[in-house]
């Protein structure tokens, strides 16, 4: 049983923060990107599966290696997609399988290995973006002015941190 000092469970996060920002400046903020985040996202995964069985963690690989001009290595496109490394593997060796990726060998080393988008990975790619996009138009463009998406992308560059997942 958690032990809870000076108040019921119902105060405790609001102590925390109290105490780590006194001030409580930014922690509606905050609250706000984490809400916008998980909504956002999980209306576009639900909308991309349901439209194009194709996850939004799949898409998000091929549209890096488009980005990339069709190819990545796999620590680069590990360093790129949203999405853990060891996640990654498994997700490169169903796209493998399903015949949109291809994985071969690097030829300027033996022990790097390259992903490449294949044909019909391309035809995914065409055939799924329009439909992520018209999500991305819809939830969070349109309700949003354009000042609003100037000041959101100018200060989302100033918080963003250099890491990579996995």
């Not at 509606?28 to 990107?33: K, P, Q, Y």
């Not at 963690?57 to 980005?67: C, P, R, S």
Request: with cysteine; hydrophobic share 45%.
């Amino acid at each position: 049983m958690p032990v809870v000092v000076n108040g019921g469970t119902e105060d405790l996060l609001d102590r925390i923060v109290a105490e780590a920002l006194p001030s409580r400046r930014g922690a509606g903020a905050w609250r706000a990107l984490l809400q916008a985040h998980a909504t956002l996202l999980r209306r576009l995964a639900t909308e991309l599966v349901e439209e194009t069985g194709l996850t939004l963690g799949d898409f998000d690989v091929l549209v890096q290696l488009a980005e990339a001009g069709g190819e990545l290595r796999m620590t680069k496109l590990a360093a790129r997609v949203y999405s853990s490394r060891s996640n990654l593997t498994r997700r490169i060796d169903r796209l493998v399988t399903e015949g949109i990726v291809r994985r071969t060998a690097s030829g300027a080393d033996a022990r790097g290995v390259v992903v490449a988008l294949t044909d019909a990975g391309v035809n995914r790619l065409q055939e799924t973006a329009p439909i992520h996009l018209r999500g991305v138009a819809n939830l969070f463009v349109e309700p949003l002015s354009d000042e609003e998406l100037a000041v959101l992308e100018r200060a989302l560059a100033k918080v963003s941190v250099d890491c990579t997942f996995g």
